[in-house]
C-alpha cells in the first residue's frame, strides 16, 4: 500500500469526501462560494486552495479548478496576443452593458458579489496561480482523482494536457453575436453518449457565458463533448477511464437550474466512490 493510501486508511471512514477549489490569490469570492455552497449540498467538504495557501499536504478526494485570470500563453508555446479594438467591439461592449444590467435585476446577489470581491481584473495572466493548477491538476491525473475544470480551468486542463486556446474570441462569431452573460442566454449542443450528457441528461441546454478565450488544438486524450452556435469548443472531457471534465460556462452561477447542480452531485460521488475504494484497500 503506497503512502496516500496509507494516510486515507488512516481517515475516519464514511467522512465526507474532500474536494479542493482552486483560485487566485486575491478575489474570486463569489465564485468561491457559490462553489463551495453547491459542495455542502452534494455531500463533500469543500477545501479552498490559493498561492498562499496551496495545501499540497491535503490528501484530496477531487479538485475543482475554477475560473478567472487568462492562462498564460507561454503555457502552450505562444506569446500574448494584443487585442486592438475597432467599432464594431464597441457596439459588442454596449451590448454587454445592457446584459450586465438585465443580469443585476435577475441576479442581484451574483452580481454584486460579483463586483465587490472583483479585486483584480480577471484579464491578463497570473502564472502564480498557473503553477499552482498544473501542480496540483498533475496530482489528481496520476493519482485517479475526478477533476472539473470550470471556465479558464477548462483551458488549463486543455493545456495541460497539450493543447492550445484561442487567445481572442473576436471574429469567431460572425453570424451570432458573442454573449457575455450571467444569464443562461447561450445555447449548447451536447454531443450524445458523452458523459457530460449523461450528467446533465440532456442533448442541449442553456448555459451563461463569461469567457473572452477558448479552446484551440486539443490535448492529448481530450475530446470536445460541447459546442455553441458558432461551433466553438464549450466542454471537453478526457477519453480514459478518469473523470476529467472541463465547461466553459459558469454552472456555479446557475445553482437555481437542477441540471446545473448535478455536475457538482456526479463530482461528489466520483469522489465519495474513490475514497471508498481506497478506504477498502
Known sequence: MDERNKRLVSRKRY???LIGVTGPQKGGFPSWL????????????PVRIKPSRPKFKMELDGLIISGGADVDPSLYG??????IPDFSERERTLKGLMIYVISFLFFPMIY??????????????????DELEVAWLRNAVKNGLPVLGICRGAQLINVFFGGTLHQHLKGYYVETPQIRTILPRKTIQLNSGSLLAKIL????????????????????????????????IQAIEHNGDVFVIG???????????????????????????????????
Not at 472583483?118 to 496561480?129: A, C, N, P
Request: charged share 30%; hydrophobic share 40%; proline share 4%.
Open 78 to 83: 505562444e506569446d500574448k496576443e494584443e487585442l
Open 201 to 232: 441528461r440532456s442533448k442541449m441546454c442553456n448555459v451563461n457565458a463569461l469567457h473572452n478565450q477558448a479552446v484551440n488544438e486539443l490535448g492529448t486524450g481530450l475530446v470536445p463533448v460541447a459546442h455553441d452556435t458558432s461551433n466553438i
Open 112 to 129: 454584486l458579489l460579483r463586483r465587490i470581491f472583483s479585486i483584480r481584473k480577471l484579464t491578463g495572466s497570473d502564472r502564480e496561480r
Open 15 to 17: 467522512s465526507k469526501p
Open 247 to 281: 465547461v466553459q460556462w459558469h454552472p456555479e452561477f446557475l445553482p437555481q437550474i437542477w441540471r446545473q447542480r448535478l455536475i457538482f452531485k456526479a463530482l461528489v460521488e466520483r469522489a465519495r466512490n474513490l475514497q471508498k475504494k481506497t478506504e477498502y484497500a
Open 34 to 45: 457559490f462553489t463551495m455552497l453547491l459542495i455542502r449540498s452534494m455531500g463533500g467538504k
